[in-house]
């Protein structure tokens, strides 16, 4: 099966065949492992050391430590309910046309950049949670965007860029 046939969607019920495979392969789990993992590191931080950062902090500071906690939870949530309707597909406990009603209400949002001086004043545990997030976030976004027929995964032709190249030593191009 090439890429192409992956990406289109089946005739029985409209969904990617991407999706179906990917769900069901070891990089999910991976990806599901480390998303449930990364909640888990999040919960324990916030809740021990996280609480100590947190008082030790400027007033200033603890205003910025309290929203970016927010947000950072918020986006594991997300994150979570994207990969536990995911895992539920693929053990056949939901259909696929369950899960495209559960991905209009469960949203994977952009994250919101936090300014770079106002990051710089949070505790280094707290900042290491947030770029593991939203880097997992950018990963499951473009997973879904894949999976969705959205966003289709460009490879170069090498034979185009062979000729591309020999026509741009032998002057062919202008």
Known sequence: MNDMTMLKPDQDDGAISFARGFVKSDAFMLL???GMGLVEQTASYLDGSGRADSAALPREAALTYA?????LTT??????????VQRAVAEGEMTAEQARTEKNKVRIAEPLPTPA????????GLRDLIVHSVRL???IRHLEGLMSGAVRE???????SQLASLQARLGLLR
């Open 32 to 34: 599901f492992r480390e």
């Open 67 to 71: 929203t970016e906690s927010m947000r």
């Open 75 to 84: 986006r594991l949530m997300q994150i979570a309910s994207w990969l536990l």
């Open 117 to 124: 001086h106002e990051a710089a004043r949070l505790p280094e």
């Open 137 to 139: 976030q950018d990963r």
């Open 154 to 160: 460009e490879r170069p032709n090498p034979v185009q």
